[in-house]
Structures are given as C-alpha cells and as structure tokens.
C-alpha cells in the first residue's frame, strides 16, 4: 500500500503594498519547502495603501505565472482564519534582521496561541535585507524617480509605480514610519 501523505501547504501572508524582490525571494525558497505556497495578500488597517488589493493581486499573480507551486488569493480578517480556511498546515515568514526577528516571533506566538498554526522562518537574501514595502512607499511619497527602484522590485511594480507616480491618488499619500 503506497503511502499517503497531507499535502504541506504554507501561506505567505502580507500586504505586499508593493511586492519587492525580497518578497519574491522568500517566494522562491518556500515553493522548495511546501508542496503550495499562497501568497495571501490582506490589508492593514493602520496603514495608507499605495495599491488597492487589486492592483496588488494582478501584480503578485503576473510575478507568480513563472513559479509552480505558487499562487495568490486576497484574505480579509485574522491571518489564522484565512490559513485555516485554505486547509494550509504553516504560516512562512521572511526575516530580514533582528528587528524583524523580535516582531515576528511575537506574531508567531500569537498564531500558534490564537489559532493553533505554526510559522516557519527563511532569512531573506543579503542583498534584500534593507528593503521594504514601507522604504518604496516613502521614496515615491517623496517624490523621487521611480526608475531609482528598479534594483529594489520587478519591473512590473516599476511600471505601476509610475503610473501612480503620476496620479492625483499619489498626492494624497502621507509617509508612514517603516514597519514592514
């Protein structure tokens, strides 16, 4: 009798207001970890959006067409609801220094406690570790050029970085303090 076994599937929770190549890399190395990875993108009550989450979701799935195993859906609520209702076994993090460490271990505790669901941790690339949704959020709210971020997210974000570069929704956009 062959055996049988629960597929592993993790959920990758973020706002991801923008995707950046960070993010991507964590994607990278989790599709070899989990047999599915869903890149959950939810929103956050405490800050201001650049990207509605249909925006977000349209890029994030445009990036994710080239890596199996991978695929994105919107939640609404607690993080454990979501990965409850998906069936998936572990929530993947990426660390990118202490600071992330110490906020993240708070998180993960709190997932287990609250909805009885596990974290997995994966150091994002050296390269990565000093970029944030929140620094490209601040650089564009402070008008710099939007090609400047090219080494800092794919081309896709580029593109719609500067279309709302060019908005009037980009005027109203405040800079709130990194956090992500």
Same mark, same amino acid.
């Given at each position: 009798?062959?055996?049988?076994? %629960?597929?592993?599937?993790?959920?990758?929770?973020?706002?991801?207001?923008?995707?950046?190549?960070?993010?991507?890399?964590?994607?990278?190395?989790?599709?070899?970890?989990?047999?599915?990875?869903? =890149?959950? *993108?939810?929103?956050?009550?405490?800050? @201001? /959006?650049?990207?509605?989450? /249909?925006?977000? $979701?349209?890029?994030?799935?445009?990036? +994710?067409?080239?890596?199996?195993?991978?695929?994105?859906?919107?939640?609404?609520?607690? %993080?454990?609801?979501?990965?409850?209702?998906?069936?998936?076994?572990?929530? $993947?993090?990426?660390?990118?220094?202490?600071?992330?460490?110490?906020? /993240?271990?708070? $998180?993960? +505790?709190?997932?287990?406690?609250?909805?009885? *669901?596990? %974290?997995?941790?994966?150091?994002?690339?050296?390269?990565?570790?000093? %970029?944030?949704?929140?620094?490209?959020? @601040? =650089?564009?709210? +402070?008008?710099?050029?939007?090609?400047? $971020?090219?080494?800092?997210?794919?081309?896709? =974000?580029?593109?719609?970085?500067?279309?709302?570069?060019?908005?009037?929704?980009?005027?109203?956009?405040?800079?709130?303090?990194?956090?992500?």
């Amino acid at each position: 009798m062959p055996f049988s076994r %629960t597929p592993r599937i993790a959920v990758f929770p973020g706002q991801f207001d923008p995707i950046t190549y960070g993010h991507l890399d964590v994607i990278r190395r989790g599709v070899t970890l989990f047999d599915e990875l869903i =890149v959950a *993108v939810g929103q956050n009550p405490e800050k @201001q /959006e650049m990207f509605t989450i /249909e925006e977000r $979701l349209a890029m994030i799935s445009e990036l +994710l067409a080239d890596i199996p195993g991978a695929r994105a859906a919107r939640y609404d609520g607690l %993080t454990v609801d979501f990965v409850q209702s998906v069936r998936a076994n572990v929530i $993947l993090r990426g660390i990118r220094d202490a600071s992330d460490l110490r906020y /993240e271990f708070q $998180l993960a +505790l709190a997932n287990r406690a609250v909805g009885g *669901v596990e %974290t997995v941790f994966v150091m994002t690339g050296e390269q990565h570790a000093m %970029t944030s949704s929140s620094l490209i959020r @601040q =650089v564009v709210a +402070l008008g710099a050029g939007v090609d400047k $971020l090219v080494p800092l997210v794919p081309p896709n =974000v580029v593109a719609m970085l500067k279309r709302i570069h060019l908005s009037p929704r980009h005027r109203r956009l405040t800079i709130d303090t990194p956090s992500e």
